[in-house]
C-alpha cells in the first residue's frame, strides 16, 4: 500500500512581536492510500494546524511534508492550487457552504472552480447527493437543511473532483450524538465503497478507536496509539 503523505519533523510556530508559540515540535507520520487515519489531541493540542499542513493551506517552519514523494515546499504556486482543487479534499466542523448556493450548487463548486461543464457538473453533484442520501434536498439552501445534511453536503463538495485524499477537520464535533453516528457511518461506507482515503482530525477517542491508524498529538509530536 502506497504513502500518500510522508512528514518529516514537521514544525510550526507562530510568532507575535517577540513571542514565539510552538505549535508543532517535530512530527513524523505518514498516511497510506485506501485507509482511514486518526489524528487526536485536546484542544490546542496542533489537530487544525497539522491538517491546514498536510493541505497546504500553512508552511511548516520546519521540516517537510510531500505527497506522493512530493515536496510540498517545491511547488510553484500553480501546482499547489491543483494540489488543494484536484487531490485534496477538505471537509470542515463548521461545513462552510455558501449561503445563497443551494446544495446542489455548493456542490458544484470544486469543478467550477475547474472550468469544467456546468450541466455535467450539475449530473455529478446530483450522484454524488443521491449517493449520501440527499437526493430530495438538492435545491435545499443550508438554512433548510439540518446540521447533519449540511455536512453531508460538505463531504459530497468534498469528494466531487475524486480526490486522492479527504482532510476532515472535527467532523462530527459540531453535532448531536445520534448524527455523528451518522457521519461516521458515512465517512466509513465511503471509504469501502470507493477506497476513498481520509485523514480525519478530531478530539474524541471512540471514533479514532474505529480507524486503520490512530495517531495521538501530544506536546507537538505524533505517537502512534496500538489498539
Not at 498516511?31 to 499542513?53: H, M, P, Y
Not at 462552510?96 to 446542489?104: C, G, I, Q, W
Not at 472535527?170 to 461506507?189: K, M
Request: proline share 3%.
Amino acid at each position: 500500500m502506497e504513502d500518500i503523505y510522508v512528514c518529516e519533523n514537521l514544525k510550526k510556530e507562530y510568532r507575535t512581536g517577540p513571542q514565539r508559540l510552538e505549535i508543532l515540535k517535530g512530527v513524523n507520520m505518514t498516511v497510506q492510500e485506501g485507509r482511514i487515519t486518526v489524528v487526536s489531541g485536546v484542544s490546542g493540542a496542533g489537530k487544525t494546524t497539522l491538517l491546514n499542513l498536510l493541505g497546504t493551506l500553512e508552511k511548516p517552519t520546519a521540516g517537510s511534508v510531500k505527497f506522493r514523494g512530493k515536496d510540498a515546499r517545491r511547488l510553484d504556486a500553480g501546482e499547489l492550487n491543483r494540489l488543494r482543487n484536484a487531490e485534496v479534499g477538505f471537509v470542515f466542523q463548521f461545513y462552510h457552504l455558501l449561503p445563497e448556493l443551494s446544495a446542489l450548487e455548493n456542490t458544484m463548486l470544486p469543478g467550477l472552480v475547474l472550468g469544467k461543464s456546468r450541466s455535467a457538473l450539475a449530473k455529478r453533484a446530483k450522484e454524488l447527493l443521491e449517493k449520501i442520501g440527499l437526493g430530495a434536498r438538492l435545491d435545499h439552501k443550508p438554512a433548510e437543511l439540518s446540521g447533519g445534511e449540511q455536512q453531508r453536503v460538505a463531504i459530497a463538495r468534498a469528494l466531487f473532483n475524486e480526490p486522492q485524499v479527504v482532510l476532515a477537520d472535527e467532523p462530527t464535533g459540531n453535532l448531536d450524538e445520534r448524527t455523528s453516528g451518522e457521519i461516521e457511518r458515512l465517512i466509513w461506507d465511503l471509504n469501502r465503497d470507493l477506497g476513498t482515503t481520509f485523514v480525519i482530525v478530531t478530539h474524541e477517542e471512540n471514533l479514532a478507536r474505529q480507524a486503520d491508524k490512530w495517531l495521538r498529538l501530544v506536546d507537538g509530536g505524533v505517537e502512534e496509539v496500538v489498539k
